[in-house]
């Protein structure tokens, strides 16, 4: 969700003036509802960040901090629901992707980022049923400098959590086609990745347990 900020550069208006506006403003209540949780999510994270870079010596991160603030805003608005608006839930148009999805429990979309010095990798992930309720969502950083080592142990992550709430048919998207690749053994890869990968096929054949990973547009995810 983006929010138009232009006019406190125009008014010179503070960020506590523009809050105590939007707070007071009663004529626009569903943008209040979408705009305020956003901002103020993403104002704690920054400055939860900024603590951790000052006192514990951390390396700054802010593709950990954008991913914490996705995931904190997910689960605010799954406990709100009744409150909020229903999130808008991305269509898939392509019959094939109609198809696979008829027989699943949960979508898991996974997607990671890497810093810009390379030092850092982000990765997120997020799971919800196929009528759009969330059920989880998990981020987390490492210093991993092979971004599809990143994106595989996102996925084993996700797939690690959706087995622990008793799921059993799951379909990840990303927009990762290695990863699909990989995981239908059409193609040749690294022996991290094929450790990842391993874990994952023993997960499917001995504990009763459907996975399919398919590419799909960044759109989506």
Known sequence: MDVNIRHLVDQNCSLQ????????????????????????????????????????????????????????????????????????THQIHNTSSRCFMTDCQVLVFVEGKSSKSGRWQGIGFLGKHREGDYIFAGCHSTRNRDINVTKAIAIRDAVLTTCSLGFRRVIVLTIAKNMELIWEDRTQCSWQLKTIFEDLWHLQHHQNFHLQIRVAPHSIL
């Open 17 to 88: 003036q523009w809050i105590s506006q939007l707070c007071s403003n009663t004529t626009d209540q569903d943008n209040i509802i979408e705009t305020l949780p956003l901002v103020l999510t993403t104002i704690w994270c920054i400055w939860f960040h900024r603590n951790q870079v000052i006192f514990e010596g951390k390396h700054p991160n802010p593709t950990e901090t954008m991913l914490t603030v996705k995931s904190l805003l997910y689960r605010y608005r799954e406990a709100n629901q009744d409150a909020l608006e229903p999130l808008k």
